[in-house]
């Protein structure tokens, strides 16, 4: 059971190139998520999406995209990286099915550096 | 729009001892609360979780928290902190998705636990 797995762990990269962070999770869960973690501001959404090519804004979502072709896959884009955008970055997931409101999973993180 | 706040950044206490992490939330309906735990390097682990009935849930770990509408508390307690407790806690407020069951969460900043032997 792989659950939710995010890649790269780690990645440093300069300002202005466009760089990827993958997330993918093996539970079916309609709902995956992206934060980023910083000091002094706890984690913060950037985008959600609650199912195949649905996304929608979080908190922070300027300087980003995100897309979802499959349920299982989750993709966040920074098309011109700036270094403001160095942070840990964490994907999650969660059902959307009746019945209460259910938790989030999340992945070990991606540690992000943008010189 | 929904708020948490984590007074304490940092708090260290005794193996043995009673350990308490204060939350505080705004939410204008009735919330959703989490309290998750990481670890260095980890993602973050869910420890219990607040939806509605019993105001004092149990979670794993040992864990439990009283949700306390008119103090818009939600507090993480444990009787007897272990070596093992040392991590990150967070403390978390969800916001239903087009009135589904998923949520939008919230962080507090988070409270980093030190355990002394």
């Known amino acids: 059971d792989a659950g939710i797995t995010q890649s790269p762990r780690y990645k440093i990269t300069e300002t202005g190139r466009q760089v990827t962070l993958m997330c993918h999770q093996t539970w079916s869960h309609s709902y995956m998520f992206w934060y980023r973690q910083d000091l002094g501001h706890g984690l913060r959404l950037i985008y959600y999406s609650a199912a195949a090519d649905i996304t929608d804004k979080g908190e922070v979502p300027d300087g980003y995209v995100v897309s979802r072709s499959k349920t299982e896959n989750f993709p966040l884009t920074l098309e011109s990286a700036t270094r403001s955008q160095t942070s840990v970055y964490f994907c999650?997931?969660?059902?959307?099915?009746?019945?209460?409101?259910?938790?989030?999973?999340f992945g070990d993180g991606t540690r992000l550096s943008i010189l | 729009a929904q708020s948490v706040t984590q007074p304490d950044i940092h708090i260290t206490v005794s193996e043995g001892a009673s350990l308490e992490l204060r939350c505080n939330y705004s939410y204008g309906a009735t919330p959703y609360l989490f309290w998750y735990v990481q670890s260095p390097g980890q993602g973050l682990q869910l420890l219990l979780k607040y939806f509605s009935g019993d105001t004092l849930v149990q979670g794993i770990k040992g864990f439990e928290a009283e949700f306390k509408r008119s103090q818009s508390s939600f507090n993480l307690r444990k009787p007897s902190v272990h070596w093992s407790d040392a991590a990150e806690y967070f403390c978390a407020v969800g916001a239903s998705i087009n009135t589904g069951t998923a949520s939008k969460l919230t962080f507090g900043t988070g409270t980093r636990l030190q355990v002394t032997l």
């Open positions: 999650a997931s969660s059902l959307g099915q009746a019945g209460g409101n259910q938790p989030q999973h």
